[in-house]
């Protein structure tokens, strides 16, 4: 039977990088853990599937090494994109290839998450790739898409002109189980109603988006679901399942270890903690978001929902200690 440690160590690995806050390598981590690890917990719809993930189906050593090999790839010299990067012989290289090995190219190549997306839309608009190119191929006949990919790196940052510039290229919005689940990552209100147009979902969906909202901490996406898109007047609740799916994620995730990541900001550039800064404070401010969904529309048992308070208060509290020392690093 899985064990609590278990799922501590897979969480710690998401959310806190294993401690390795190098800053240099989280370019290569950011990568690995989108495809290796962001999309199958996402996936993931009840604590027993939980376990079963956590249990067997990837394996700790095999993220270990993909964390190793990120790692390693992103220490070489980053490069940024200039004035001519349409013309950038280095895309047409980077087109040629797929899986980890584009993701990971294009992220060091680019230098950030928000240049990648970038040069990624100009590989697309510039014909080297189609939009709806299948990058890996994740089972049950779905695949991580440029689209996609551009998602899991923007940190639910997408913006709405992003979003068009992958309509006006073509891009298929699936109405499936992969696509909802990515959707709620976004942050934008104006991001969401647009994707939920265009793959034109509807009541019949709001449950599962509804849950899916409480997975990755959108607060948002709840309140569009239960409120704007009137989820709450048609009986839509969270399920019992999800909600004990959250509360088991929660309670599990490690301690942030604030003192090593102090001592290594401290030897951090401007680029490095801007990079540490977008990627860790909205991961850990989506799991603050996570507990306030549950406080704010779960039926929980008194029971849980002082476990909820004390993981929200927790959760506060790190966040604030997170905030302050990038502060501190930055000068600010």
Do not use: C
């Not at 993220?63 to 390693?72: G, R, S």
């Not at 940052?157 to 290229?169: G, I, S, V």
């Amino acid at each position: 039977m899985v064990t609590f440690q278990q799922v501590r160590n897979k969480q710690k690995l998401q959310i806190h990088l294993k401690g390795m806050f190098r800053m240099k390598v989280i370019v290569g981590i950011v990568v690995a853990l989108t495809l290796a690890v962001g999309v199958y917990i996402s996936l993931v719809s009840s604590p027993s599937e939980l376990e079963q993930e956590v249990r067997g189906t990837v394996p700790q050593e095999a993220l270990t090494d993909v964390e190793y090999k990120a790692a390693v790839a992103s220490t070489e010299p980053l490069q940024g994109a200039d004035d001519s990067v349409e013309e950038d012989p280095e895309l047409d290289r980077i087109a040629q290839l797929t899986g980890q090995e584009f993701a990971m190219a294009l992220l060091q190549h680019s230098g950030d998450t928000e240049t990648s997306i970038e040069n990624l839309l100009v590989m697309i608009e510039s014909g080297r790739i189609d939009v709806n190119k299948r990058i890996a191929e994740l089972g049950d006949s779905q695949a991580m898409t440029p689209f996609l990919l551009a998602v899991g790196l923007s940190q639910g940052q997408l913006t709405l002109d992003q979003f068009h510039r992958f309509l006006d290229a073509g891009v298929t919005l699936q109405n499936d189980k992969l696509s909802k689940q990515m959707m709620a990552s976004m942050e934008s209100p104006d991001v969401i109603e647009a994707w939920y147009e265009t793959a034109a979902f509807g009541p019949e969906d709001h449950e599962q988006l509804l849950n899916n909202s409480l997975k990755t901490g959108n607060l948002t996406l709840a309140e569009i679901i239960l409120e704007d898109k009137k989820g709450e007047l048609d009986g839509i609740k969270l399920s019992s399942d999800a909600i004990e799916g959250s509360i088991i994620r929660i309670q599990a995730i490690a301690p942030l270890e604030l003192q090593e990541l102090n001592d290594e900001l401290a030897a951090a550039d401007e680029k490095e903690l801007k990079l540490a800064e977008s990627f860790l404070i909205p991961r850990l401010q989506n799991i603050v978001d996570e507990t306030e969904i549950l406080l704010q529309y779960a039926e929980l048992s008194e029971k849980q929902r002082t476990q909820v308070i004390a993981a929200n208060e927790r959760y506060k509290d790190e966040l604030e200690e997170l905030k302050e020392i990038l502060r501190t690093h930055s000068g600010e």
